[in-house]
């Protein structure tokens, strides 16, 4: 069974703008998020999720309260989220391969519950604006397909995307919401910002711009994050980009150039120096290319753990 709104089978396609027009509920819960400020979220119990990863964990996890991402311009942010046993799944799409990502969000969640216990499946999707390429019209398009095409019965209950999250300035166009942080314990969606996107940012960050899929970074059982081993190739011609000026790297290495926040170009940067440094990161940056394991400490922080058997 498909997505649905309020009970009702969704219509598709349809732009996020005509959805919501057509079931208040969904426009009056946008309204509500984009009119929320900001809260800055600290690191104690959080698990960041970078740019295709994709964390899950419940509310029995001792370590982690709260999953969160932000930066995301054209991107969306996807929660799914079990109510019967609270699994709370949270992504950061970019479209590079929505029909792939969408079974791996639902089979996080069902990784946690025999399907026969009480409680449904609720999906939230934010992020993106009406940019000029269209790519956030064209990932909600895709991430909407995708859900509904799922067997589950899956309740769309947040949309706030593209022409819904947009914000209008001399003529250009941005995101309102660029982050979001979702409370494990009380299910709480709420609009934030990180300071904290560790660890190994840098690491996880190289991942994706060299075109690593969709991965799962976080195991609840152990409550370890698990990070790598990853390989890539050799970034091309990461010297020529790292001699550009900053207005050459934002119009060539983001989707949406006028719309970055401001520390894009500088992430950019140092995610270009470390690949220049790491080439090829098998046994560089993963000793006898193992993953390399982190555990929360009791102040709530990200402690390297050594491997087994290392």
Known sequence: ???????????????????????????????????????????????????????????????????????????????????????????????????????????????????????????????????????????????????????????????????????????????????IAVNIKTAEIYRASFQDRGPEEELRAARALTGGPMISIYDAKTEQLRIGPYSWMPFPHVDFWLQQDDKQILENLSTSPLAEPPHFVEHIRSTLVFLKKYPSPTNTLFPGNKALLYKKNEDGLWEKISSPGS
């Open 1 to 179: 069974m498909p997505l649905l709104v309020e009970g009702r089978r969704v219509r598709l396609p349809q732009s996020a703008g005509d959805l919501v027009r057509a079931h208040p509920l969904l426009e009056e819960r946008a309204r509500l998020l984009r009119g929320q400020s900001v809260q800055q979220v600290g690191p104690q119990g959080l698990l960041y999720v970078q740019q295709r990863e994709l964390a899950v964990t419940s509310p029995k996890d001792g370590s982690i309260s709260i999953l969160g991402s932000d930066d995301a311009t054209t991107c969306h942010i996807v929660v799914l989220r079990h109510t019967g046993n609270g699994a709370t799944c949270l992504t950061h799409c970019d479209g590079t391969d929505t029909k792939a990502e969408v079974p791996l969000i639902m089979n996080s969640i069902k990784s946690f519950s025999n399907h026969t216990e009480y409680g449904r499946l609720e999906v939230h999707l934010v992020g993106g604006f009406s940019d000029e390429r269209q790519l956030s019209q064209k990932l909600t398009h895709q991430l909407l397909s995708e859900f509904d095409r799922q067997e589950d019965d899956i309740h769309l209950v947040t949309l706030c995307v593209t022409e819904l999250n947009d914000r209008e300035e001399n003529e250009n166009h941005f995101p309102i919401i660029y982050g």
